[in-house]
């Protein structure tokens, strides 16, 4: 396993339009979190994944935004009618239950312009 | 007023010299403290992970805590142009908090 990868990388969409995003954590976590990161700032938190539990949602998480994680493994991130202010890195990240520092891993990112 | 407060910078440094990076915090409960080292359009990646107050040292990096003043930092010896990145400082509770990153730029 080569670590946390995250699908596509790069997205440009046009206002209004529906985005999904795929994360496939490092194969022994059980945790995943996705985070969204914008020019000059740290990345804020988005949601967080026990298994296929979504435990944790950030307020910043609107209704356009919905998670899934159906079967405790990969992820994906939607965003419905997107808007400007969608665009953002952003990141998904992976951990072990069993860790007791709980050190999260990032992947690369998906970068999302939204026109 | 933000839980993690960090300078973003730039910072420009010559190669070879002492880099200090630092961020305050607010939350006197936070016990876990964390830097990233973010390279441009890529994932943070963790550098060093500290608990409670004290130093922890590792190769040409040290990271530091005082949590009486809720002041963390980050010390690079020797800086190189490959350590050219934005680093960021986190703590957590079940969740991390960031703060914004301070871009550090190593000139040869």
């Known amino acids: 396993d080569t670590g946390v990868s995250q699908d596509p990388r790069h997205k440009i969409t046009k206002r209004g339009q529906n985005v999904t995003f795929r994360c496939d954590p490092i194969?022994?976590?059980?945790?995943l979190y996705w985070y969204r990161q914008t020019l000059g700032q740290g990345p804020e938190f988005l949601t967080y994944?026990?298994?296929?539990?979504?435990?944790?949602k950030s307020r910043l998480l609107s209704d356009r935004f919905s998670a899934e994680r159906p079967k405790g493994s990969f992820s994906t991130l939607e965003i419905q009618r997107t808007e400007q202010g969608d665009s953002a890195m952003y990141l998904c990240?992976?951990?072990?239950?069993?860790?007791?520092?709980?050190?999260?891993?990032f992947g690369p990112g998906t970068r999302l312009t939204v026109l | 007023q933000k839980e993690v407060e960090q300078d973003p910078g730039p910072l420009s440094v010559p190669e070879g010299a002492i880099v200090s990076l630092n961020c305050t915090y607010s939350?006197?409960?936070?016990?876990?403290f964390m830097w990233y080292r973010q390279y441009s359009r890529k994932g943070p990646e963790l550098l060093m992970y500290?608990?409670s107050s004290g130093n922890k040292e590792d190769g040409r990096f040290t990271a530091q805590v005082d949590k009486s003043s809720k002041y963390i930092s980050l010390f690079i010896r020797d800086s190189q142009p490959s350590d050219s990145a934005t680093y960021l400082c986190?703590?957590?509770?079940?969740?991390?908090?960031w703060g914004a990153g301070t871009k550090l730029i190593i000139k040869p």
């Open positions: 994944f026990q298994n296929e539990a979504q435990l944790e």
């Open positions: 194969s022994e976590h059980n945790r």
């Open positions: 500290t608990y």
């Open positions: 990240a992976s951990s072990s239950v069993h860790d007791t520092h709980n050190e999260q891993f």
């Open positions: 986190a703590t957590r509770n079940y969740q991390l908090i």
């Open positions: 939350n006197s409960a936070f016990q876990y």
